[in-house]
């Protein structure tokens, strides 16, 4: 069965530091890749996706994320961070077609301090 | 456009009463999935539905059962309600035609459930 390891519980940032959120998977085949967001006391929202392609993935509100096949990872980053991001990241994967499953790594919180 | 619907947001059960959580989507989409969320634990998928008439079981589904006799609605319904299943229940949604699983799926707002 998959996994999904997301490194770091929990990252306090300052704002305008920049963001890396570690994201490794255990699959050995074709595999879809999600940043999924969570603000407090909210849903679930989409960040970004990967499929095919360009490994190097831009999503919404300033966030990216690179595809290392050969390091079974999918890292998020952003630049320079806002009070506005503190929020729970999940990763995700799905393995190739055929899986409408999503398995989620346990979520990194991120604080960022004004 | 709604989205995904839950209903109730918020809910104390006592042990062992019973009770259903709703959930509703209005984008026709085939897949549909409940999860719970614990802290520190990220989601786990309880039951899955890849259409109306069909279900599965998802990693955790003790405990629980669903049905899913049309394609918008997929309540999960808690027979006898025991502390373990306090969380927080999250029901999602996703497209599944052409290549169905690099679909992003759709939350809705949550049930956050308490059990005493």
């Known amino acids: 069965a998959q996994s999904v390891s997301q490194h770091n519980h929990h990252v306090i940032l300052s704002e305008a530091a920049s963001l890396e959120l570690g994201c490794n998977y255990s699959y050995g085949g074709t595999v879809n890749l999600f940043w999924y967001v969570q603000y407090p006391g909210q849903h679930l929202q989409l960040l970004l996706k990967y499929f095919s392609g360009d490994p190097l993935v831009k999503g919404i509100k300033g966030f990216e994320a690179e595809f290392i096949k050969s390091k079974f990872s999918f890292n998020l980053r952003k630049p320079s961070v806002q009070w506005s991001d503190t929020a729970e990241y999940f990763c995700?994967?799905?393995?190739?077609?055929?899986?409408?499953?999503?398995?989620f790594g346990k979520g990194t919180k991120l604080s960022v301090i004004p | 456009n709604a989205g995904v619907t839950q209903t109730p947001k918020f809910r104390i059960l006592k042990i062992g009463q019973s009770m259903t959580l709703q959930c509703t989507q209005d984008?026709?989409?085939?897949?549909m999935y409940w999860y719970r969320q614990d802290p520190g634990m990220g989601l786990k998928l309880i039951y899955y539905s890849v259409g109306a008439g069909i279900t599965d079981k998802g990693e955790v589904p003790n405990g629980y059962n669903v049905s899913r006799s049309t394609t918008e609605d997929f309540p999960l319904r808690l027979e006898l309600a025991a502390p373990s299943q306090t969380s927080v229940y999250f029901c999602a949604s996703k497209d599944g035609g052409g290549a169905g699983s690099n679909q992003p799926q759709h939350f809705g707002d949550g049930t956050r459930l308490s059990i005493l």
């Open positions: 995700a994967v799905s393995s190739g077609a055929g899986s409408y499953q999503l398995t």
């Open positions: 984008m026709n989409h085939n897949y």
